[in-house]
């Protein structure tokens, strides 16, 4: 394994900061401390990473995030958060996105050249160890919805497979035996979790379809399109996320079919629009505003230690919001697991 700055700092006994400065000649750091770190560094025969050297430097107030994407409703509340979130500690954010690929990620992480003393990453296509291996530096990072390992490494993540399963489980209890099931993007993390998480709920006695969609209001359009050309429609489509689903409940209404007399329609991240949506969708919620101050405050706490690393996880609840998509409303107001109020909904 390579070396990392944060080898450098503990053979040679100063912070990252005082490593920094000698690598990029940024500040004056005494003879005693400058001379120690030159040996660390001949000793371990460490090679800064371009990277690494892009952010690394002085301080700079300004903590990156890379996102997936920065546009729809989810990223657009959860940049809402962040936001919120730096700008209490006195920060300002960065923000780019990778659009789930590798090559893009790459150019998001040069994209933060010396302006970022710390990252908040969503990566659901990579995990934290290959992350890692990109950024080869111990620059603070706190990871979001991402597959994570080691098992210390901080991050704020919730229960994708839970949260599924707990749609799954309302279906079947709704006595639906033939459902359509509309899948994230292939590969991502947070798209297989819900899928093996569904999966889990359903038994031997009912029939699942599997669809390949990518989150998008357009793949659940277009797929809800294809199952109603189906010689057997199934009587619940279950989406993974609430943009799918607005796709899907979109064609099916454009096509005369009562949502959910005859197809019951069910989402996952709990946006605004499912709240407002007609009929109102039955969706798993997620508190995005407390998704996103966890992971600022870990990072903040991360960036006063000079180095020190505190590894920490957190779990953010989820609960299952039943509306009238998968249940009149009368039937709905009844038995959500819930309460809540126009007000409440897209809050942090």
Same mark, same amino acid.
């Given at each position: 394994m390579n070396s990392t700055i944060h080898d450098v700092a503990r053979i040679a006994n100063v912070s990252i900061s005082t490593v920094s400065r000698v690598l990029n000649d940024s500040a004056p750091v005494s003879d005693p401390k400058r001379t120690r770190v030159l040996d660390a560094i001949s000793t371990l025969n460490f090679t800064p990473n371009p990277i690494a050297q892009c952010l690394i430097g002085h301080p700079t107030g300004t903590i990156g995030a890379i996102l997936p994407h920065i546009s729809g409703e989810?990223?657009? %509340? =959860?940049? $809402?958060?962040?936001?919120?979130?730096?700008?209490?500690?006195h920060y300002t954010l960065m923000v780019t996105a990778s659009r789930r690929v590798e090559s893009d990620f790459m150019v998001a992480l040069k994209a933060m050249h010396k302006r970022v003393d710390g990252l908040i990453v969503m990566s659901?296509? =990579? +995990?934290?160890?290959?992350?890692?291996?990109?950024?080869? +530096? %111990?620059i603070p990072v706190v990871f979001l919805n991402t597959e994570t390992s080691p098992k210390d490494t901080p991050s704020v993540n919730f229960d994708n497979s839970g949260g599924m399963k707990m749609i799954g489980e309302h279906l079947v209890e709704l006595g639906h035996s033939r459902i359509a099931y509309i899948s994230g993007p292939k590969g991502a993390y947070d798209a297989l979790q819900r899928w093996r998480g569904f999966n889990e709920s359903i038994p031997n006695h009912v029939t699942v379809s599997y669809y390949q969609g990518d989150f998008t209001f357009k793949s659940g359009y277009d797929i809800a399109s294809q199952i109603l050309t189906s010689s057997a429609?199934? $009587?619940?489509?279950?989406a993974s996320n609430d943009l799918s689903a607005l796709g899907a409940m979109r064609a099916l209404l454009e096509h005369g079919v009562r949502i959910p007399d005859d197809i019951a329609v069910t989402g996952f991240d709990g946006t605004a629009s499912?709240?407002?949506?007609t009929p109102s969708l039955t969706t798993v919620n997620i508190p995005i505003g407390h998704?996103?101050?966890?992971?600022?405050?870990? !990072?903040?706490?991360?960036l006063s230690k000079c180095g020190i690393h505190e590894s920490t996880q957190v779990n +953010?609840?989820?609960? !299952?919001?039943i509306r009238e998509s998968t249940q009149s409303f009368h039937s709905c107001t009844q038995t959500s697991? $819930?309460?809540?109020?126009?007000?409440?909904?897209?809050?942090s």
């Amino acid at each position: 394994m390579n070396s990392t700055i944060h080898d450098v700092a503990r053979i040679a006994n100063v912070s990252i900061s005082t490593v920094s400065r000698v690598l990029n000649d940024s500040a004056p750091v005494s003879d005693p401390k400058r001379t120690r770190v030159l040996d660390a560094i001949s000793t371990l025969n460490f090679t800064p990473n371009p990277i690494a050297q892009c952010l690394i430097g002085h301080p700079t107030g300004t903590i990156g995030a890379i996102l997936p994407h920065i546009s729809g409703e989810f990223f657009a %509340d =959860l940049l $809402s958060g962040l936001d919120a979130a730096v700008k209490h500690h006195h920060y300002t954010l960065m923000v780019t996105a990778s659009r789930r690929v590798e090559s893009d990620f790459m150019v998001a992480l040069k994209a933060m050249h010396k302006r970022v003393d710390g990252l908040i990453v969503m990566s659901p296509e =990579l +995990t934290s160890d290959h992350v890692r291996s990109l950024i080869s +530096t %111990d620059i603070p990072v706190v990871f979001l919805n991402t597959e994570t390992s080691p098992k210390d490494t901080p991050s704020v993540n919730f229960d994708n497979s839970g949260g599924m399963k707990m749609i799954g489980e309302h279906l079947v209890e709704l006595g639906h035996s033939r459902i359509a099931y509309i899948s994230g993007p292939k590969g991502a993390y947070d798209a297989l979790q819900r899928w093996r998480g569904f999966n889990e709920s359903i038994p031997n006695h009912v029939t699942v379809s599997y669809y390949q969609g990518d989150f998008t209001f357009k793949s659940g359009y277009d797929i809800a399109s294809q199952i109603l050309t189906s010689s057997a429609r199934p $009587s619940a489509i279950a989406a993974s996320n609430d943009l799918s689903a607005l796709g899907a409940m979109r064609a099916l209404l454009e096509h005369g079919v009562r949502i959910p007399d005859d197809i019951a329609v069910t989402g996952f991240d709990g946006t605004a629009s499912a709240y407002f949506s007609t009929p109102s969708l039955t969706t798993v919620n997620i508190p995005i505003g407390h998704l996103s101050a966890n992971a600022v405050n870990i !990072l903040i706490k991360r960036l006063s230690k000079c180095g020190i690393h505190e590894s920490t996880q957190v779990n +953010t609840p989820i609960d !299952l919001i039943i509306r009238e998509s998968t249940q009149s409303f009368h039937s709905c107001t009844q038995t959500s697991s $819930s309460q809540e109020t126009p007000a409440m909904i897209g809050q942090s």
